[in-house]
Structures are given as structure tokens and as C-alpha cells.
């Protein structure tokens, strides 16, 4: 079956300081992934994307690279932001799910000044 | 303006009351879906549909039921509600197409408490 784990937060980062959060995940057949954030009372909205093996997605500064071998997509940022702190979701869509995603647990984000 | 819109944004409400939650989307999505959102527990897929005749369960269908009034509107329905479902609860849209990468557009949620 399809599914996703992320690591548990919550992460406490410093300003600049190097920001990891791992995902990792089983699928059938070939899926795309996803990297979702969500600000403080609001929904989710697309960070990231890669569909096919050894793509690398990137926007505001994050990236993520689709590893085949190791079923991961790691999130990476190399200097975070206050402006950063948020919940991060890693997810899949299978190449037979036709649309729906399959979502890890969040990882709670927060960037002291 | 919002493209996918949430009503209400927060609503509290006790236990047995019927309860309904609207979504309304301006993207022109055929694809729309309910999702619940519990602290530690991620996203999970209540229901979805993939044009106004198509309906279809996700993985927590139970206690929940939908309605597709239109392309642009999906209501998701509580028929007596239980405080387990108090959680946070968001509609997503995505287009139609073969493509893995489609991006779902999510609604900005609704906050249920059920006392």
C-alpha cells in the first residue's frame, strides 16, 4: 500500500541554522511527491514537487530531492527564517490512486529570532 | 478572492446535531475532496469525488456523508455528530488529468467542536 513517515517534531531552529525534516515512504508503482506547508490558521498550500526518481523540487529556498533507493524526499533549507515556522507535511500520490494523496503526520516548524 | 472557499470557519455544536460543511471552488476543478486534520495524526481522506455524478470513500467515511450539488460546490454532512469528530476539517481541489504532479487546492478549513 501507499503511505508516509515524516519525523516527528516538534523542530526548534535558531535563525540561519540548517533546517532537515525527513520523509520517507512505501508505494506502488511509481509515485509523485509532495511537500505541503501550512502557516498558523490557515490551509495547506503546495511547497514543493517532484514526479519521477532523482528530480529535485525547490521554492523559497527549500529543497528536495526524490531518492528511488532510499524511497525518501527529505526537506532541506539551508538557512531558515522566523517567517518559516510552520507545519510541514510530507505526501504521495501513487501511480494507481487516481489524484487522492496520502499524507505523513506534520512536522511542527518553529524558528526563533 | 479565495479560489476554494470553507463555511463556516469554526462552528461548535453538540452531540446528535446535524451538521453540514460547504465547500465552493472557482478554479473550474473537477476533483474535489474532504479531508480531516487531528493533531499528530496528519491529513486523513474522508471522501471524494471526481466529477458531479462520482462519489467515492476515502478512509474515514464512516459517520460523514457528501453531497456534489455542483462542479463548484461539495458539502460534506454530519448526521449526528460525535465528539470524535471534533478536528479540523479541509476541502482540496485538483484538475482532472493523467498527470502524477496535479497539485491539490486546499480551503482555508473549518474548525468543528462537538461537545
Known amino acids: 500500500g501507499n503511505s508516509v513517515t515524516q519525523m516527528e517534531g516538534p523542530v526548534t531552529l535558531s535563525e540561519e541554522a540548517f533546517l532537515t525534516i525527513n520523509c520517507t515512504y512505501t508505494?506502488?508503482?511509481?509515485?509523485?511527491l509532495f511537500w505541503y506547508v501550512q502557516y498558523p490558521g490557515e490551509g495547506l498550500q503546495l511547497l514543493l514537487k517532484a514526479t519521477k526518481a532523482d528530480d529535485k523540487g525547490s521554492n523559497k529556498g527549500f529543497e528536495a530531492t526524490y531518492r528511488k533507493e532510499t524511497t525518501s524526499f527529505h526537506l532541506e533549507k539551508g538557512s531558515v527564517q522566523v517567517s518559516d515556522s510552520a507545519v510541514y507535511f510530507c505526501a504521495l500520490r501513487g501511480g494507481s490512486t487516481l489524484g487522492r494523496l496520502y499524507f505523513g503526520r506534520g512536522t511542527q516548524l518553529t524558528v526563533w529570532p | 478572492d479565495a479560489d476554494v472557499t470553507q463555511t463556516p470557519r469554526n462552528r461548535i455544536t453538540k452531540t446528535g446535531k446535524r451538521i453540514m460543511l460547504e465547500c465552493s471552488q472557482t478554479k473550474g476543478h473537477d476533483r474535489m475532496y474532504w479531508y480531516r486534520q487531528d493533531p499528530g495524526l496528519g491529513l486523513r481522506l474522508i471522501y471524494y469525488s471526481f466529477d458531479v455524478k462520482d462519489i467515492n470513500k476515502g478512509e474515514i467515511s464512516d459517520g460523514y456523508s457528501v453531497s456534489r450539488q455542483a462542479q463548484a460546490k461539495f458539502s460534506l454532512s454530519l448526521e449526528s455528530a460525535i465528539p470524535n469528530q471534533t478536528a479540523l476539517y479541509f476541502c482540496?481541489?485538483?484538475?482532472?488529468?493523467?498527470?502524477?504532479?496535479?497539485?491539490?487546492?486546499f480551503g482555508p478549513g473549518t474548525r468543528l467542536t462537538v461537545l
Open positions: 508505494a506502488t508503482g511509481y509515485p509523485s
Open positions: 482540496a481541489t485538483s484538475p482532472t488529468g493523467t498527470s502524477g504532479g496535479n497539485e491539490q487546492f
